[in-house]
């Protein structure tokens, strides 16, 4: 039986797997920075004032103390 041809069997570093539930709330910008939504804006909206509510809206960036945590997590995002 023979086996795979020799450019085959060449060994390569295993994949990192990226951690799914952190690619769903995380992605990065075109100048390679990463982005995140901003946190207390899912529910008790009542008692929060409208100019609170409009900043809550847009996102913003990861502070640069995670970011090398975060980058571990979505290597290829």
Known sequence: MKGPPASLMEFK???????????KR??????????????YSSHILTSKNQKRKRRLRSGTLIHAA????????????
């Open 13 to 23: 570093m295993p994949k990192i797997k990226t951690n799914r539930g952190a690619a």
């Open 26 to 39: 995380f992605g990065k910008t075109g100048t390679g920075k990463i982005k995140r939504r901003r946190a």
């Open 66 to 77: 995670d970011e090398k945590n975060i980058r571990k997590l979505i290597p290829y995002i």
